[in-house]
């Protein structure tokens, strides 16, 4: 196992993060398993922790298998893998329902993680954009194109893991990708992990509020 739990794949991924440290950046972590990696990659770089909140669109039936993710904002960004939708036949209608049925979860993380907080501005920043790992790309790639529309001077993707060709189509859409661990036989992110257990709602919160905490000390 490459890793022993989030924690230690976030501090691993720090370290090949410092080079960015004097771009002065702003660390965006997908909920809800990115927020520990998130967290300790912000305190290493002395980085502001923000959130983006991304969810995926399953397939009915087979959710694990993403037909696309939307993110939320004043106008959601919804991303379609269209060849996903045709091999499994869903309709638009069944597209719909599960976009919408996201959407409603992404309101319910926003009120509860964040409250009436605003997002930050982040034009001219450099953008770290940290998951716990990328098997399809679905969620990151929605991602970074709800974070391009803020005018970032630099958008970097960091993980711990991925698969290699997902790999190689997000180094065409980021500015720069950094990968600890990528396996051609890729299977689920949590092989990679000893420990890959659910990211509670209060296990967020308290990132949020050590992150903020360590930026007014």
């Known amino acids: 196992m490459p890793f022993h739990d989030r924690k230690d794949a976030g501090e691993r991924l720090a370290r090949a993060l410092q080079m960015f440290r004097d771009d002065r950046p702003v660390v965006i972590a997908l909920p809800r398993g990115g927020v520990p990696i998130g ?6 770089l002395d980085a502001p922790l923000e959130l983006l909140i991304v969810r995926k669109i399953g397939v ?3 959710p694990e298998l993403a037909m696309g993710a939307v993110v939320d904002g004043s106008e959601p ?3 379609r893998n269209e060849d996903v939708i045709a091999m499994a036949r869903v309709s638009e209608s069944e597209f719909a329902a599960i976009r919408d049925r996201e959407l409603a979860e992404i309101d319910r993380r926003r009120q509860r993680y964040l409250g009436q907080r605003p997002f930050p501005v ?3 920043r450099t953008l770290i954009v940290v998951d716990d ?3 399809t790309g679905a969620t990151i790639r929605v991602a970074i194109r709800a974070l391009r529309i803020k005018h970032p001077r630099r958008i970097v993707v960091a993980v711990p893991v991925a698969a290699p060709d997902v790999l190689r189509t997000l180094r065409g859409e980021a500015d720069d990708v950094i990968c600890l661990e990528t396996h051609e036989a890729f299977g689920a992110i949590g092989l990679y ?8 709602d209060e296990a967020v919160l308290q990132a949020l509020a050590s992150a903020r905490s360590a930026k007014r000390s």
């Open 77 to 79: 960004v919804t991303l």
């Open 39 to 44: 967290a300790e990659v912000a305190r290493a």
């Open 122 to 124: 982040l034009a001219d």
């Open 133 to 135: 790992g990328i098997a």
């Open 60 to 62: 009915p039936r087979r």
């Open 193 to 200: 992990y000893d420990d890959f257990g659910q990211v509670p």
